[in-house]
Nanobody
Framework: QVQVVESGGGLVQAGGSLRLSCVAS????????MGWYRQAPGKQRELVAA???????NYADSVKGRFTISRDNAKNTVYLQMNSLKFEDTAVYYC???????????WGRGTLVTVSS
């Protein structure tokens, strides 16, 4: 079994920063990528940022220049540094692990980020 657990969410004022962490544990044998997604009330879940095992990154246009994704392969951990937060960044942030040749996906339960204007 694989567990994915996010942490680091909270309440922050607009313009502030937060750092999210995601740890994957259990039967981790070869992850292909890990990523952060978010879902605001009444909206669909969307990709925020993703990083491959080799370090290639992908960002949503809305967060480019403000958010940075990084990973520690040895710890099966991925981070999301969020700077210059905006009210519209308010959402539940989910971490996803993509593993194996079949690209099996494992999701965490999410961590809430609330940005006050």
């Amino acid at each position: 079994q694989v567990q994915v657990v996010e942490s680091g969410g909270g309440l922050v004022q607009a313009g502030g920063s937060l750092r999210l962490s995601c740890v994957a544990s259990g039967s981790i044998f070869r992850f292909n990528a890990m990523g952060w997604y978010r879902q605001a009330p009444g909206k669909q879940r969307e990709l925020v940022a993703a990083i491959t095992r080799g370090g290639s990154t992908n960002y949503a246009d809305s967060v480019k220049g403000r958010f940075t994704i990084s990973r520690d392969n040895a710890k099966n951990t991925v981070y999301l540094q969020m700077n210059s937060l905006k009210f519209e960044d308010t959402a539940v942030y989910y971490c996803k692990l993509d593993q194996g040749v079949s690209h099996t996906e494992y999701w965490g339960r999410g961590t809430l980020v609330t940005v006050s204007s």
